[in-house]
């Protein structure tokens, strides 16, 4: 029997685990100790290793990344945690002209052990400033590694290799996903990053779905089988660096790829992971490309509005019949409730 | 507060760190218009007393964090003078293989973590620092220099909130010359009270405004005695003082009219340089004189025979393994 965790206990075990083995990690953000834990991920570590390895802090993103950068400095191994991703944008200067830059720009004198670690808001009325994925501004700063695992399996293996890691990591989790179970082993391990996982074997269609889009791009894949269409589902996992030649492999062989932003279309991962499609397949002509990604506007709280925002597995799905069948032989799966829409009520 | 047992061989030694920095920094002044030195300097020429009567009460390891005007800082902290010309020149042998340059000077092996082209960036690091350094149970502290510029970012005003609450071991050193770049601090403060707000944090603050060297080295010396003796928590020091050059670059800025010459030239007639040679003898000055000129003319020689990094060198040092 494989063992069963929820993703956040997988966080937890993550962080758990590895700071038993690592003395030098420290956690640190806001609420990490309070009786809520980061939904449970943060849950029992003050307990087990005191508050000086796990602390709250002030509502000062900016100043406490640059606190991190300097525990690091001095030889611990901090993760700054976010409980909305929205929040590291107070954090963006510590981040893009400290952090990212310091072992370059020192000559390799110093480096940054730090990870990032937040979490994407949706649904129940998130709205603007709940619910965005930055990792497309973050993708176009060399000195970061971007990592944002779908499963179970990946977070805690993700986490591991995060803390693990010289270099500062942006560490992206979703709400949604904190409903995922999976298989996740008791034992501590890492995966490695640059290493995309290919979550369902298909060969007329490649869909790259990123962070909780990964789910919704399974969940269409399951609705393209009804019709007769086999998709193949893939997880970039880590953004930077980015597995593009996993993706080039499924796309030469299916000849379709959709990429499912869980951010805004325009210069998102998307339009990265397409750009570098065309390049390296230059003389293979005959590729569809299409992206799929927010809405062009900030996220409305209005659920009736929310649901034309996002892309979801309907809209993937019927994207998906349509590039293979052409325009005028469309069809959309019947709708259907996902998981977190039965599961997740607010307020939080 | 007196050190009078020890004055003569204080006068000595300051008169001589003093020297070796402003006679780097004019020698980079000089050089500057051949364009050998690629990078904005940012001069420290009139600041000297600070950095040096700071870092002379400092042990070997206490850690110092400071800004684009940190020339000063560098040397009095014991940097390598070699490496940081060379960083200058854009040459590999620099302090950070020369890809930092100027603003960013850094020498681990003399405690000094790295200095940042964005104002108040290194003041939470050097507040994490210490952090560390009380997490790991040692004694030594860390120093945080920064202008009065600085104390307008948020990042200030979150890293003196933080380092009071955790009564962690750094010092802060607000070099407040009065102008951020031409903007006197009285068009962006309300108020000339930059320790007051510090205080208001939670710690101990002092000002001088003289620019005493004696009086920032003694206040120091006992401060971080303090400071290491147990959990006295963080301590602020405002050292009002001058910058004698413009912002950036090797010339006078009185053209500007931002300031005027007089201004700058009462600084000048309170020199430390000046007050400090007048009570060494002058067969002592002299040869302090000679050999750091010597040192200079070694370094500049060092950075101009150095090479440059190979083109293959840009990919290096974009992650650590």
Redesign the interface.
């Known amino acids: 029997m494989p063992r069963i965790l929820k993703y956040p206990d997988a966080i937890c075990e993550a962080l758990e685990q590895e700071m038993s083995r690592d003395p030098s990690v ?1 956690v640190l953000g806001q609420g990490v100790d309070d009786p809520k834990a980061i939904l449970g991920t943060t849950k029992g570590l003050v307990e087990k290793f005191g508050s ?2 796990v602390s709250d ?2 509502l ?1 993103e ?15 191994r ?1 993760i700054h945690t976010h409980i909305r991703m929205d929040f590291v944008l107070l954090a963006m ?2 981040i893009i ?2 952090a990212a830059k ?10 940054i ?1 730090i990870v990032i670690r937040s979490i994407i808001g949706k649904s129940w009325g998130q709205g603007a400033q709940h619910s965005q994925s930055i990792y497309p501004m973050l993708m176009n700063i ?2 970061l ?1 971007i990592v944002a695992p779908s499963t179970p399996y990946d977070v805690k293996g993700g986490l591991i290799q995060s803390l693990r890691d ?2 500062p990591v942006v560490f992206i989790e979703h709400r949604l996903l904190y409903y995922q179970k999976g298989h996740v082993p008791e034992e501590s391990y890492t995966i490695p990053f640059g290493k995309a996982r290919v979550l369902a074997r298909g060969s007329h269609i490649t869909l790259v779905g990123i962070s909780h889009m990964a789910v919704e791009c399974l969940r269409a894949q399951r609705y393209l089988k009804e019709v007769g269409i086999e998709a193949e589902v893939i997880d970039p996992v880590s953004l930077s660096p980015l597995d593009i030649d996993t993706i080039l492999a499924s796309t030469l062989k299916t000849k379709k790829i959709i990429v499912v932003d869980n951010s805004w279309i325009t210069c998102g991962a998307g339009a990265e992971i397409i750009a570098q499609l065309t390049e390296k397949n230059h003389e293979n002509k005959g590729i569809v490309f299409r992206r799929m990604g927010f809405a062009f506007v900030p996220c409305p709280t209005t659920p009736a509005l929310e649901n034309s925002f996002y892309p979801n597995a309907k809209t993937i799905a019927s994207t998906a019949y349509e590039m293979i069948y052409g325009k005028k032989d469309s069809w959309t799966p019947d709708a259907e409730l996902t998981i977190e829409e039965v599961e997740f009520k607010g307020p939080f | 507060m007196t050190f009078s047992a020890d004055k003569s061989i204080l006068y000595k030694k300051f008169y001589r760190e003093i020297y070796r920095i402003r006679r780097v920094e004019e020698e980079i002044a000089r050089i500057y218009p051949t364009d050998k030195i690629k990078s904005p300097v940012h001069l420290s020429i009139g600041q000297e007393a600070v950095s040096v009567g700071v870092c002379q009460a400092l042990r070997p390891d206490d850690i110092v964090f400071g800004t684009y005007r940190g020339h000063a800082m560098y040397l009095a902290k014991g940097g390598d003078l070699r490496g940081m010309i060379a960083e200058l020149y854009g040459k590999s042998t620099g302090c950070a293989k020369g890809i930092g340059g100027s603003m960013h000077l850094i020498d681990t092996n003399h405690g000094i973590m790295g200095t940042s082209a964005i104002v108040g960036t290194t003041i939470p690091l050097a507040v994490g620092y210490a952090y560390g350094l009380k997490l790991n149970q040692k004694d030594s502290i860390a120093v945080s220099f920064f202008g009065d510029g600085a104390v307008d970012e948020g990042a200030f005003h979150e890293s003196l909130n933080y380092a009071a609450l955790k009564k962690l071991p750094v010092l802060f050193v607000c070099e407040n010359n009065l102008y951020a770049i031409h903007s006197h601090h009285l068009q962006r403060h309300h108020s000339d009270n930059i320790t007051e707000r510090a205080r208001s944090y939670g710690m101990p603050a002092k000002r001088i405004e003289d620019g005493d060297v004696f009086k920032i080295y003694d206040f120091v010396k006992a401060t971080v005695e303090k400071m290491r003796a147990g959990s006295c928590g963080p301590v602020f020091l405002e050292c009002v003082t001058c910058r004698w050059k413009e912002h950036v670059g090797p010339c006078d800025d009185f053209h500007l009219g931002y300031r005027s010459e007089e201004e700058v030239a009462a600084w000048k007639r309170k020199d430390s340089l000046s007050s400090l040679g007048s009570l060494l003898e002058s067969d002592i000055r002299n040869k302090i004189e000679l050999a750091v000129a010597s040192e200079i003319t070694d370094a500049f020689k060092f950075a101009e025979e150095s090479l440059f990094p190979e083109p293959e060198r840009l990919y290096h040092y974009l992650f650590k393994e």
């Open positions: 420290i000086e390895r802090t002030p000062a900016d100043g406490m990344t640059g606190v991190a950068i300097g525990a690091a400095l001095a030889g611990l901090p200067n510590q002209n400290m310091m072992h370059y720009m020192f000559g390799g004198a110093v480096y052990p060399p000195g590694k010289n270099n």
